[in-house]
């Protein structure tokens, strides 16, 4: 799963200090709600659009103010820890 690859690359799972079968979970409940039907948002544009955030991310002026604050990544902790799989 490519968006938790990237979290775990980023250190963001242990920042966040987030449960990795919880952000499995997380993350494939909302891939499964993603409409293979729609010919641009889908799942494969999601995939697009997490690489890129990724890349921006990794880019030497950003990775300062995002090591420090994590605030990409803020709401999906928020919304792990108010699921409580």
């Given amino acids: 799963m490519l968006s938790c690859s990237r979290l775990q690359d980023m250190d963001a799972i242990r ?3 987030l449960v990795p079968t919880t952000l499995v979970i997380y993350l494939t409940l909302l891939e499964s709600h993603y409409s293979s039907s729609n010919p641009y948002h889908n799942n494969v544009h999601a ?3 997490t690489q890129s ?3 921006l991310l990794r880019r030497p ?3 300062v103010r995002y090591y ?3 605030t990409y990544y ?3 902790s928020f919304c792990l ?3 409580k799989f």
Avoid: G, I, W, Y
């Fill in 68 to 70: 420090c604050s994590c």
């Fill in 53 to 55: 955030v990724n890349v």
């Fill in 61 to 63: 002026s950003l990775q």
């Fill in 47 to 49: 995939a697009d659009v």
């Fill in 74 to 76: 803020s709401s999906m």
């Fill in 81 to 83: 820890e108010k699921l």
């Fill in 15 to 17: 920042l966040l200090k």
